[in-house]
């Protein structure tokens, strides 16, 4: 019984250092997509008022490419991307060029 108690704690031990020792996927291991500018205009747009004629992260046009939006101090900014958008309210004053 206690042969079978030990066996059964190395294997769990064993199982917890392999698993542990698996390395992590690295940022450079990720692809990235790139679409071009007739899949983004195939992309739904919305047809919001903004106070942003170009995207302040990428530099797209929002007339072309508005598919997100953040209200900032009473403000809309519209964003090409959820991406973008998510990037401008990291730290807005940073952002915004007026």
Same mark, same amino acid.
């Given at each position: /019984? *206690?042969?079978?108690?030990?066996?059964? %704690?190395?294997?769990?031990?064993? &199982?917890?250092?392999?698993?542990?020792?698996?390395?992590?996927?690295?940022?450079?291991?990720?692809?990235?997509?790139?679409?071009?500018?007739?899949? /983004? *205009?195939?992309?739904?747009?919305?047809? %919001?008022?903004?106070?942003?004629? &170009?995207?302040?992260?990428?530099?797209?046009k929002t007339a072309d490419h508005l598919s997100d939006t953040a209200t900032y101090k009473g403000k809309t900014y519209g964003f090409c991307s959820t991406m973008c958008k998510?990037?401008?309210?990291?730290?807005?004053?940073?952002?915004?060029?007026?």
């Amino acid at each position: /019984m *206690k042969n079978l108690k030990n066996i059964i %704690v190395l294997s769990i031990l064993a &199982v917890s250092l392999f698993s542990c020792a698996k390395e992590q996927p690295k940022q450079e291991d990720f692809e990235v997509k790139h679409v071009s500018h007739e899949e /983004m *205009k195939a992309a739904t747009k919305l047809d %919001v008022a903004v106070v942003n004629d &170009v995207d302040p992260i990428c530099g797209m046009k929002t007339a072309d490419h508005l598919s997100d939006t953040a209200t900032y101090k009473g403000k809309t900014y519209g964003f090409c991307s959820t991406m973008c958008k998510d990037e401008f309210l990291k730290n807005p004053e940073k952002h915004i060029h007026e």
